[in-house]
């Protein structure tokens, strides 16, 4: 804009606040905008409830002897998005020894298939 009109200064709060304006006058700018119609999850990332994993069970019901980290073989398993890859990784609590796999999906037979996969390679190792 600078370039175009060079006298005009403009801020985006003004750009934003003439948009809403137009649409309470019944205009259609707002449809425009890139993140029109999508939703977003306020307050940062949503977490796993009960109604999102079936027959879930929590962590703190985890046998103790897990948290002292004193024996090979309890390891954690996750899945991790980013930058338009899916990885499913296991972690060994003692050693921290982590096992990853990229999958195309983060579906629970996918994931499920993945890590069966990751713990026949340690199995047979």
Known sequence: MKVELPDVALSHTTIYQRIANDKVQGGSLYKDLPRFGKRRCKGGKRKAGR?????????????????????????????????????????????RF???????TKHADIVADAMVELLKRVSSA
């Open 98 to 104: 982590t096992l990853i796999k990229k999958v195309d």
């Open 51 to 95: 109604s999102l994993i079936p027959n879930r069970v929590n962590i703190s019901e985890r046998p103790e002897i897990v948290d002292l980290r004193s024996r090979l073989g309890d390891r954690e398993g996750d899945t991790v998005y980013g930058q338009d890859a899916h990885l499913v990784t296991l972690v060994d609590h003692k050693s």
